[in-house]
């Protein structure tokens, strides 16, 4: 038996190799043709992790005055990283190594894009900027520079993964 799947990515036809029907359903895969599995998940990490760093602001949790500021964005940051790695660890079905390594690509990653993804972003919203720094400045351009950092670390975290997984 046959099974013919069309999708946006084209038309794919599927073998069954098993003798039964009721076993024709493991020979198909439940995402769309071409696309990778999980990554509109990916997509949901990222809206969350932008949505509370947000939230922490909004909410007045991030002092600006202090070191305890930078310290609540390190920590928000780097809770989010961990998150990208645990998906490609689930999604690719890795064994408890490949958890451990996922993990701790991903926060190498983070470590390593969110200090270059934070002075380009200063770079760019320093015309925006009423005062010396972001922190001081507040509002709006805080705002963009909080999802703008945690889209570029989590997108760092990510490409680490890939990088590792070239080498699997």
Not at 36 to 57: D, K, P, R
Not at 62 to 72: A, C, E, F, N, Y
């Amino acid at each position: 038996m046959q099974v013919t799947e069309v999708g946006a990515g084209g038309i794919r036809q599927l073998c069954d190799s098993h003798t039964y029907d009721a076993d024709l359903l493991a020979d198909v895969d439940a995402h769309a043709v071409d696309r990778a599995a999980g990554t509109n998940l990916m997509i949901y990490i990222a809206l969350i992790a932008v949505i509370g760093i947000l939230l922490l602001q909004w909410t007045g949790s991030i002092p600006r005055s202090s070191v305890g500021g930078s310290m609540t964005i390190g920590l928000a940051l780097l809770a989010a990283a961990p998150a990208v790695g645990i998906h490609e660890a689930w999604t690719k079905k890795r064994g408890v190594l490949g958890w451990i390594v996922n993990i701790v690509v991903s926060l190498v990653g983070a470590f390593l894009v969110a200090p270059l993804g934070g002075m380009v972003l200063v770079i760019i919203l320093s015309p925006f900027m009423d005062r010396s720094s972001l922190a001081a400045t507040g509002g709006t351009v805080m705002s963009v520079a909080l999802a703008g950092q945690m889209i570029i670390m989590l997108l760092g975290s990510w490409g680490a993964l890939q990088i590792v997984n070239r080498w699997r």
